[in-house]
């Protein structure tokens, strides 16, 4: 960096708002946005393509690993671009969500029409594959890595940082009980036995106000959000190639450790996400329940939040996640041995269990620009979207094998796509995936944490100091 680079490196962040409510508010809206989608997708695309246009639930679930191995070349491709990009008008992510806000919010409404119920099965599984492929694997993928990037250049402040997770996963919960809790309303109504069915036209109506929701939600986010570190771009010569990349990351013992338990945590909390629903329709037969259970996340995570920050800061990330972890764990698998048969029972029980898994949940984001730092202290490079890009498709992996596990396992244990009631030993399956697979998942992702995960709060804080100085030598 020449001194007049630098020079007018300096005045830009003068110039520059201090970190604050804003970007909060803004990152918030971010997280908002993509679970008005990506929540939706895990509670009810499943739902959608079985009950309403009675596509089998293996297909739909083949349908999630296809679009997966699609993310392999998109998630990274798409991150290994933005890290090479300059830093533009708007920043180097921001500009990624102006860009791509709309045509996926658009392609969001597109997965969900009724109209393909009298099409042929061939005609509405194309849909259902050509819709999620272009929706998860291109559109998606191309507006949340970098706004999942985006957090780790609006602050150095470890502090900040973990707001910047607690707000976003608030952002989450606020769509998700969005989601939880009005969606079932609309959509489901009683037949003259009084069983649960799905109004297909109100279910596209629904879908068209979360996609505009969605839109307003990203625009909200590029706004108020401000990038204020601005990493360097090297020419190509002195950066490392994509393979030495990969080589730097897989022996990454802080990023092969947080993949594993991503990859627990995700497949067992989205398979859960969609079970809940079959759940409290086919085991409990009530609507009310699932808008209930869908409900409790909002306060609890609220609970948490206001204490992660100080918490993580006076235990460490790592400590204050997985003692929650494990106690969730060991609440499901009590759970299961109860047998409950009060759907409210059993919403309380979910509660108790949001509270532990929030923990993590919460402050997995500030997990992610914490390995950032690391790997940029191990490699001299900062690739802040090829890293979220890598960690987004292993995620995305585990996302696949959740919805396709579903499908499989709802197949295996006998479940009836198109039966109005499910027999008495199918029921007893959904409810152990309700509570014995996440019960045994979680207390391993406490224990991966506890003995694998290098990052504790001194080494997190060394890392922080050590880029500061970083810095500051090179502006000098």
Same mark, same amino acid.
């Given at each position: 960096m020449n001194l007049n680079e630098s020079k007018n490196l300096n005045n830009s962040r003068k110039s520059e708002k201090p970190f604050g409510i804003k970007d909060k508010l803004g990152y918030l809206f971010g997280d908002f946005g993509n679970d008005f989608m990506f929540i939706f997708a895990n509670m009810y695309f499943m739902i959608f393509y079985t009950k309403v246009l009675g596509v089998s639930? #293996? &297909? $739909?679930? %083949?349908? *999630?690993? $296809?679009?997966?191995?699609? =993310? #392999? *070349? %998109? =998630?990274?491709?798409?991150?290994?671009i933005i890290d090479k990009s300059k830093v533009g008008k708007h920043g180097k992510f921001r500009t990624w969500i102006l860009r791509v806000a709309g045509p996926v919010a658009l392609m969001n409404f597109l997965m969900y029409q009724h109209s393909l119920v009298n099409a042929s099965m061939t005609v509405r599984v194309i849909a259902m594959f050509a819709t999620y492929i272009l929706w998860g694997s291109v559109f998606y993928t191309a507006v949340n890595i970098p706004y999942g990037s985006m957090a780790s250049v609006m602050t150095e402040d470890t502090k900040e940082r973990a707001s910047l997770s607690t707000w976003r996963t608030i952002g989450a919960s606020f769509a998700g009980i969005s989601i939880g809790v009005i969606t079932p309303q609309i959509i489901y109504s009683a037949d003259a036995a009084g069983n649960q069915i799905i109004d297909p036209q109100r279910f596209t109506t629904v879908v068209a106000v979360f996609s505009i929701a969605a839109f307003i939600c990203y625009m909200l986010c590029f706004m108020l959000t401000t990038e204020r570190i601005k990493p360097e771009v090297k020419e190509d010569q002195e950066s490392l190639s994509l393979i030495d990349t990969f080589k730097s990351l897989m022996t990454n013992r802080a990023m092969i450790s947080f993949l594993a338990v991503s990859v627990v945590l995700v497949f067992s909390s989205l398979m859960g996400q969609t079970i809940n629903t079959y759940l409290c329709i086919d085991y409990f037969n009530d609507v009310n329940a699932l808008s209930l259970l869908n409900m409790v996340a909002l306060p609890v995570t609220l609970f948490v939040g206001m204490l992660a920050a100080k918490l993580s800061q006076k235990l460490g990330k790592r400590e204050f996640s997985m003692i929650g972890l494990i106690a969730a764990g060991l609440i499901f698998l009590a759970a299961y041995? &109860?047998?409950? +048969? +009060?759907?409210? #029972? !059993?919403?309380? $029980? !979910? #509660?108790l269990v949001t509270l532990g898994t929030s923990t993590f949940n919460i402050l997995m984001w500030a997990f992610i620009t914490d390995i950032i730092d690391y790997t940029e202290i191990q490699t001299g490079e900062r690739n802040d979207a090829t890293v979220y890009g890598f960690i987004s498709f292993i995620r995305k992996l585990a996302q696949a094998l959740a919805g396709a596990i579903t499908g499989y396992a709802l197949t295996f244990i006998g479940y009836d796509s198109l039966a109005s009631v499910q027999a008495e030993s199918v029921k007893e399956g959904i409810y152990a995936l309700a509570t014995l697979f996440p019960g045994a998942c979680y207390i391993l992702v406490g224990l991966l944490l506890m003995f694998t995960y290098p990052l504790t709060k001194k080494v997190v804080e060394e890392n922080i100091s050590k880029l500061a100085s970083l810095r500051a030598a090179k502006q000098k």
């Open positions: 639930a #293996a &297909m $739909v679930g %083949t349908c *999630f690993l $296809v679009s997966r191995c699609i =993310d #392999a *070349f %998109t =998630d990274i491709g798409i991150g290994r041995f &109860m047998k409950l +048969n +009060n759907p409210y #029972a !059993f919403v309380a $029980v !979910f #509660a």
